[in-house]
């Protein structure tokens, strides 16, 4: 998943051992270039050790990202290289701004227009040797004190933060509250299980179903009728009464598509015992006393 939200593309090789497929391996993107060769495809990989190689779809599990040459897949951190730069620039400024040996003045101290040049200059050297820390400084005379403000709001370095985490929010289709950059809407419970639902559906799910099709449609990996699913129904689990709200539908008698036992593994519960012949023919009587009596009524 970070080779296909980096790159754009993930290629996984086949180790064999005795001509079986024993286990599947990462294939750094940047050592492998793909190309189409007499209609076929291959890749030229470049191991950290040892020549280049040659490798065909016998040996190499391709999962491609969106494409526009039908080869090789966009990388979203490429195609959004100067939104991340922006991020990246505006910590860098943000920290020489205060990590700067360069001293801001905190106030003006505005002297009366009568004040003598030599006066001035004696109440600037006073400043100077009795500043300290978090103190208070008295000087004489006919004085007025402004203070300047530096405030992160005032200078835009939160909101632009604010607004560089949103942008990558945007461009990995990541709900911006995952990343801690609220849109300013106020989140409220329902909000943000629907956001997180939406997560799972058009963030995550585009991503692992093209993984599950380069899977699957590998004749190496899947025989006949089997395909590869990624289980994601416990990202997708409503609350406690959401969910026993459709069981009851899901189990009604008439109208129902589920049996208790595929309930019970939806919700990771063991399989009920099996009612002894006691309890089946107990069971059987009170639901023949119950047709009687609801036929005689």
Known sequence: MAHLAIYGAAYMGKYREQGEITQLGLLHPERVRPEIDAGKLRFRYTPG?????????????????????????????????????????????????????????????????????????????????????????????????????????????????????????????????????????????????????????????????????????????????QYVRFETDALLRADAKTRAEVYRLALDPVQGWMTREEVRRLEDLEPEPEPRPQQVMTQAVQAAMQTNGASNG
Request: no cysteine.
């Open 49 to 225: 050790t040892g020549g280049q190689q040659l490798l065909t779809t016998a040996d190499v599990v391709y999962v491609k990202g969106l494409s526009v040459d039908g080869l090789n897949g966009l990388s979203a951190v490429s195609k959004a290289a100067r939104v991340l730069n922006l991020s990246d620039e505006l910590v860098k400024h943000a920290l020489r701004y205060f990590e700067s040996d360069v001293p801001h003045p905190a106030g003006v101290l505005r002297l009366g227009p009568d004040t003598a040049l030599g006066e001035a200059e004696r109440t600037k050297e006073v400043l100077r040797a009795e500043a300290r820390p978090h103190g208070v400084m008295v000087v004489r005379g006919d004085a007025e004190y402004h203070a300047i403000a530096h405030r992160l709001d005032d200078s835009q370095f939160v909101e632009q933060r604010r607004l560089a985490a949103q942008e990558i929010a945007r461009v990995f289709r990541i709900p911006p509250h995952m990343l801690g950059a609220p849109t300013g809407d106020s989140m409220t419970y329902a909000t943000v299980e629907q956001e997180s639902l939406d997560f799972v559906r058009y963030s995550l799910q585009p991503w692992l179903r093209r993984i599950e099709l380069a899977i699957s449609n590998d004749p190496d990996l899947a025989f006949q009728r």
